[in-house]
């Protein structure tokens, strides 16, 4: 069975600091993970996925298959930053697995 | 131009009764989902649904049941409905074949008294 673990309910750091939002994962196949964002009386939406090795916003996260995690990085939190994070496994149908989520809360 | 619509946004009705959200998307997409997100932020996916096969997580109760009238739309419907039934439900597409982006509708929120 798969299953996405975010062990951090909540992230609260100042603006200018760095942020990790922590993500491991466990799946018998190859992953293909992803991070949405659900900013305050908006819709999830597609922050970045780790075939496309982008950043966006400027963040980034790297695939660990021997840690089998995915964390979600940022060198410098801005207030708009603020939001809900999912990580997310792809499995059987398309279906998204979600981890349970961080709240970030960025600081001025 | 909305991508994925879901009415309604505010839905508040009695144990027992039976209710239906729609959803529609204008992308052109194959494959249409249900999720359910309840009061702690959980998000847990339902349905997965394409023209040609409709995956359901055997954790959803059988009083809950999609139905498509065409690509474009999944509605759910739920019976007899509970307490427990009470979160935000959302409605997601995606075009299988393009990758797994999942586009999301704004959510229904449901408060079963």
């Known amino acids: 069975a798969q299953r996405v673990t975010q062990p951090e309910k909540l992230l609260s750091v100042f603006k200018g600091a760095p942020v990790e939002l922590k993500c491991n994962y466990s799946?018998?196949?190859?992953?293909?993970l992803f991070w949405y964002v659900q900013y305050s009386r908006q819709r999830l939406q597609l922050l970045l996925r780790h075939i496309s090795r982008e950043s966006i916003k400027g963040f980034t996260a790297d695939l660990n298959k021997g840690e089998t995690s995915f964390h979600l990085k940022k060198p410098f939190a801005q207030e708009e930053d603020s939001a809900m994070y999912y990580c997310?496994?792809?499995?059987?149908?398309?279906?998204?697995?979600f981890g349970g989520g961080t709240r970030l809360m960025v600081k001025p | 131009d909305t991508a994925v619509s879901q009415t309604p946004k505010y839905l508040v009705t009695q144990m027992g009764n039976d209710k239906s959200i729609k959803c529609e998307q204008n992308l052109g997409h194959d494959t249409m989902y249900w999720y359910k997100q309840d009061s702690k932020k959980f998000l847990k996916i339902m349905f997965s649904y394409n023209n040609k096969e409709l995956i359901i997580n055997e954790t959803v109760p059988n009083r809950f049941s999609p139905k498509s009238p065409d690509k474009a739309h999944l509605n759910l419907h739920i019976n007899s409905l509970e307490l427990g039934d009470s979160a935000v439900y959302f409605c997601a597409s995606s075009q299988v074949a393009r990758g797994h982006e999942q586009y999301f509708g704004p959510g229904t929120r449901l408060t079963v008294t």
């Open positions: 997310a496994l792809v499995g059987a149908g398309n279906m998204l697995t």
């Open positions: 799946y018998s196949g190859s992953p293909e």
